[in-house]
């Protein structure tokens, strides 16, 4: 059986309802390209905009899953994420002003008082069922992050969400089109799933 995807800590997903996509070879440097290797490696991977459709609890597991979708295509990331994310995503949704900040708040004010910006967060890789990420600030400085944690500060700060096309080629999934509304696509995915997919945990 296909095993689950989650966020440092879990594992592929399943995908019944999916399919694999071919990861996109085509390389943007060139053998007269000076510049340094490892830039010229970051631009060559093709990459794809998200967007959050949303979170929902898969029971009885009690297990959040966030779901993605490409802004400009049909793949779908569902990733399973832990509690205190799937909270700090959903209240950012709702337009939900804690009297206090919370921890991805003050993490956007800090970035602003120390005089940085956040550009956009990508997520870069997939490893042993494992997402990773990157927050990715001015002066091309990035930092590695989960992909619940990067997206949550994504949504406060205002910036693109990004997934690197390996990263798609391995997880994306398309859903039936027999229905428009994207939550029930949702749920009918996580319906359609063995529970034993979902023993991984956010890291």
Known sequence: ????????????????????????????????????????????????????????VEQPQNQPVLLLRE???????????????????ALEQQGVQPARPLTHDLIKELIIALGHTLKEVRIVDLQEGTFYADLVFDKDVRVSARPSDSIAIALRAGVPIIAEEPVLAEAGLLMPDEREDEVEKFKEFLESVSPDDFKATDG
């Open 1 to 56: 059986m296909a095993r689950s995807i989650g966020d440092h800590g879990a594992r592929r997903m399943p995908t019944p309802l999916g399919r694999r996509f071919p990861i996109d070879s085509r390389a943007v440097g060139s053998p007269s390209d000076h510049r340094p290797d490892s830039q010229r490696m970051w631009e060559a991977v093709t990459m794809s905009e998200m967007r959050v459709v949303g979170i929902r």
């Open 71 to 89: 802004s400009d295509g049909d793949r779908y990331l569902p990733i399973w994420i832990g509690q205190t994310e799937a909270a700090a995503i």
